[in-house]
């Protein structure tokens, strides 16, 4: 079996400092949802460099994410490429990709190899609708309530006609600017790409549980040095991991699962479980980065009041930040094991050292010294006993191998301390017994990893968001002075239907004017693409 991939964006055309909305979507060459990958790639690059990166969470083949353009970037065309990393496999040649167009209104000067300005509006127009098979759109029956608004008023739409063998279906609405010619994604050149079979290597394992972050050991090991290299998410929960290393190349592979957005993570590779050695481990990136050969050159008719009524909409949205976007809410807790004894130190006196914290108030925890240096055990109830193995010692989900750099520790940071005494297994590691220091923010304050630890911020998949829109049934919403330009008004990734029944959705215009257009995309399990498309007219208030 492989995968194929196919992305669907709210539109084609963006301004610098405008959110890229987009859904992804992964299938079998039987067209139906894959459910091998867990984690998709995208990227939007030009012929230089890689602008912009996500991973997107997956469940069932669907997931769902935003891009932020970043303000710098130039004007011209880019190429969207999407994936997995089980595809890789294959060779870049069966990656997903999709032209898009870039506008920086905030830049003077612009590449001419990259842009250049057409004379009319007409001109984008008329090549922007012989682009659209007027055939694609007979499929689908798309209906608003009304064929003009004023700003802030409610627009009701209905989809019927959907074929039953539909299995996956997106709208979006925004406003028809037509300010720049885009082409179109290659539809019959990704149905030859479905079907198609490659052959199939088995190098990149797909990520069928979550995503899996790489990295290298520096220097390479040699005389199959053991080491035990460990991977762990900064914060109050316990999220540690084991790497696989392969002695050949020095590569090592941790296998997580679900833990989303950005990160922080800490590495550490130890050759014991006491002992460090002058060994690093480098994180590496998991996109292939792959550059289009060449891009053309972008059309753009300079409608200025069009441009600056979006550049003016991508700063208000830069200052509004997450307040534009629903996320949905990470599990607040990762492991599924308790802790037998959790106490806060907030409820007790207050001591110098943890040594003299844990000395009178943590039960069953004790100090003491094995070959001259200081070690945390706990009582071990399952053999009655103080643990004689390894006491996983942990500060803010950080395992501190070196037991005196936590007793060095200024107890004042510590909030919580958590007892667990039973036997976990991290991946190939033994544990008996975890300690874990927890600080009020739980985010490391003022301590100092050893030098063979990094610590990095990193990007987890991205879990599914949405726009929020202003609900202007509500008087007092639908009069706030709060500027509302939104231009694209609606985006819905999964659209949810019932076998026979239409599909009725609502939402609000915002305070721009113009043609908005209404397009509908999807795909059958016979491997049919869907296309519609309509148009309302927003005139401003009348009153």
Known sequence: MHERVYIHTDKDCYVAGETVWLKFYAI???????????????????????????????????GAGQIKIPTDVPTGMY???????????????????????????????????RMRLVESYEDIQSQANERFDKKDSDNLLIKTNQIQYNNREKVILSLDNIPDNTVDLVISVARNDSIALVPGVDKQEWLKQVKDTFLLSQDLLPEYEGHIITGNLVPKPVNNTPLLPTLAFVGKDIR??????????????????????????????????????????????????????????????????????????????EKAGQETIDRLVQPTEY????????????????FATIDETILEFIS????????????????????????????????????????EEILQYNPMYIKKIKVYDERYFFGNEDIECIVA???????????????NSQLFDYEC????????????????????????????LY????????????????????????????TVEGITSSGKLLQGVSYFQVKGNSE
């Not at 949802?33 to 998709?40: F, H, N, R």
């Not at 993570?265 to 060449?294: A, G």
């Not at 239409?502 to 113009?514: A, E, Y």
Request: aromatic share 12%; hydrophobic share 30%.
């Open 335 to 350: 492991c599924t094991f308790q802790p037998i004894l959790n106490y806060d130190l907030d409820e007790y006196t207050r």
């Open 28 to 62: 079998t060459d039987h067209f139906q949802p894959s459910t091998l990958s867990k984690v998709g790639y995208v990227e939007i690059c030009d012929t230089e460099k890689p602008r912009m990166q996500i991973k997107i969470t997956l469940e069932n083949g669907n």
């Open 364 to 403: 069953r925890v004790r100090v003491s010294k094995v070959g001259g240096v200081r070690k945390i055990r706990v009582f071990f109830e399952e053999g009655m006993r103080f643990n004689i193995g390894n006491t996983l010692i942990l500060l803010d989900g950080i395992p501190i191998r070196d037991h």
């Open 461 to 488: 998949p991205q879990l599914p968001c949405s726009i929020k829109i202003p609900d202007y049934s509500i008087n007092e919403v639908r009069h706030s002075l709060k500027p509302d330009f939104r231009h694209t």
């Open 240 to 317: 540690y991991f084991n790497g696989q290393i392969n002695p050949q190349t020095g590569s090592v592979k941790f296998y997580t699962s679900g833990i989303f957005d950005k990160q922080q993570i800490v590495t550490t590779i130890t050759s014991s479980i006491y002992n460090n050695v002058p060994t690093r481990l480098d994180i590496q990136t998991p996109f292939f980065e792959t550059l289009p050969d060449s891009l053309p050159v972008l059309s753009v008719y300079p409608n200025e009041k069009q441009l600056m009524e979006r550049y003016i909409g991508a700063q208000i949205q």
């Open 491 to 518: 985006w819905n990734p999964r659209v949810e239907f019932k076998k026979g029944l239409p599909v009725d959705l609502s939402f609000f215009t915002s305070d721009l004017c113009g043609e908005f257009k209404i």
């Open 437 to 451: 220091f927890e600080t009020r923010e739980g985010d490391l304050p003022f301590f100092r990893l050893n030098e």
């Open 79 to 113: 190429q969207l490429t999407a994936y997995t990393r089980y595809m890789g496999n294959e060779g870049e040649k069966v990656f997903f990709h999709k032209p898009l167009a870039i506008i920086n209104v905030g830049q003077q000067t612009s590449d001419p190899e």
